[in-house]
Structures are given as structure tokens and as C-alpha cells.
């Protein structure tokens, strides 16, 4: 308990210390029940800007260019989730949503998310589980995207080292071959599910982006694209993957702001 107290003041003297140059997060504290909270809120109508036909019309809700001033932010956006700080520069997914229009974070089955956070705190967790994860990561499998062309996203597991549950269900990780993807200094992995006729497969870029210049903050950038649709086409997912991460890996310093965490 006291561990966690610790971290939650370290958590908040974070928040606390941006500048109004800053892109920071502001601090907000909700001082009543969820359910109060939700009634307080007034309806958003978030329509899908445009949808991706490749994966059977999946609603398109964010597309910003990578050196876009203004992008989206977690609250007024999502439901059902933390906001820390983070700015939404692509977002693609079946949500539902609830009786106030937000995004039910989680309750899609496929999703696509390029997000920016320049959180102190978010940083520093993320370089060590990035670095982490890929060396365990790359224990695994290994695997190009190109070798997904033509299955189905349940079918993939004959193109891995699969380990075996108690419960007899398949779990999978590991790294790409493409030496291509991204920068250098990024890690790039998978994750594979299997559990009799369900499956889900997460593809996951991360990178620390270092600043260039003395007035610039360090920034972690993560490219997430998950389905847990069975029937899915598993090419055409590594493909929006491969694209997403050639459009926004390099991305150019630009000082957000209405990002919030609580």
C-alpha cells in the first residue's frame, strides 16, 4: 500500500511540473462515483470519418497528418479507461459505445491506434517494458509480414513456436524479420491467442523519440493494431500495420496540448 501511495504522489508531482510551454498533461482530479460522472456528461457524437473496407468497413475515427498542431485526447473520446496523457493521432475500431456517445475502451474486437504521450513517468515504464518485452519477444518466434498474406488471423498459428496452456489453449510472441520497419532505435513484436475456434493477434511499435533540440521533450510513441476476429484477414491487418508505422514513425516535434490525467 505504501509502494502504491509513492508512486501515485511521483505520478502526480509528473503532471505537475509542465510547463505552459509544455505538451504535458494537465492533472485532473474526479472527486465523485463513476456513475455521478457519467451523468454529469453531456453527449458526443462521434462519427467515424471514413472506414477501412479491407477489414469489412472498420469505422475510422481519428486521421491525423503526422505534423497536425491539433490531434485527439482520451477524455471526451473514450469511456471505460485512464486517460495519461495521451494524444491520439490515428484511431480505427469496431467500439460500441455508451449511452453518451464515448468509446467503450475494450470493447472492440479490432482496433488500430497510433498514440503520443510526453509523460515523464509513461517514458521511463515504457523503455524498460519495451526493451523487455522484445528480449523476450525475440525468444520466439520470428516472422516477416508479408508471411500473413492470404490467411485467415486464426490460421496463422502454423507459422509459429506455440506454447501450450493447461487450458489447451496456444499462446505466441515474437519479433519481425523486417529490418525495414521503422527506426532503429524502435522495438517491434506480436502477440498470438489461440483457444479452440477464437484468436487474437496484437502487433505492437514502440519508440522513445529523443528530442533534436534543447526546447524539445522526449516523447514515447506507440502504434498498436490488434483483432480478435477469427474470420479477419490477417495480410491485410499486417498491411495497415506496416503503413501505419511508415507514415508516423518519423514523426516531426510539434508542441500539443489538451491532453489530461487523472
Request: charged share 25%; glycine share 6%; net charge neutral.
Amino acid at each position: 500500500m505504501r509502494l502504491i501511495t509513492i508512486f501515485s504522489f511521483i505520478l502526480f508531482l509528473s503532471a505537475c511540473n509542465s510547463t505552459e510551454h509544455s505538451s504535458k498533461a494537465s492533472f485532473v482530479k474526479v472527486g465523485v462515483k463513476p456513475t455521478e460522472h457519467l451523468a454529469s456528461l453531456s453527449f458526443h457524437d462521434i462519427k467515424p470519418v471514413s472506414y477501412i473496407t479491407s477489414l469489412g468497413k472498420i469505422p475510422v475515427y481519428g486521421d491525423f497528418k503526422p505534423h497536425d498542431k491539433e490531434v485527439a485526447v482520451y477524455d471526451g473520446l473514450f469511456w471505460e479507461v485512464t486517460p495519461m496523457g495521451q494524444y491520439v493521432y490515428y484511431l480505427a475500431g469496431d467500439f460500441k459505445k455508451n449511452e453518451k456517445g464515448l468509446l467503450r475502451f475494450g470493447s472492440q474486437n479490432t482496433e488500430l491506434r497510433v498514440e503520443i504521450s510526453y509523460e515523464d513517468d509513461a517514458i521511463d515504464v515504457a523503455g524498460y517494458e519495451m526493451s523487455y518485452e522484445y528480449e523476450q519477444a525475440s525468444r520466439g518466434s520470428r516472422l516477416n509480414l508479408s508471411d500473413l498474406q492470404g490467411l485467415q488471423l486464426s490460421s496463422i498459428d502454423s507459422l509459429l513456436n506455440k506454447s501450450l496452456t493447461v487450458d489447451g489453449s496456444y499462446y505466441s510472441r515474437g519479433i519481425f524479420k523486417n529490418s525495414e520497419l521503422g527506426s532503429k532505435t524502435s522495438k517491434s513484436r506480436f502477440k498470438f491467442m489461440k483457444y479452440k475456434d477464437n484468436a487474437k493477434l496484437v502487433l505492437l511499435y514502440e519508440d522513445i523519440l529523443k528530442p533534436q533540440n534543447e526546447n524539445e521533450e522526449p516523447r514515447y510513441l506507440k502504434i498498436i493494431v490488434s483483432s480478435k476476429q477469427a474470420d479477419l484477414d490477417a495480410g491485410a491487418l499486417s498491411s495497415l500495420f506496416k503503413e501505419l508505422v511508415s507514415v508516423y514513425h518519423d514523426m516531426p516535434y510539434s508542441r500539443l496540448s489538451g491532453a489530461t490525467r487523472m
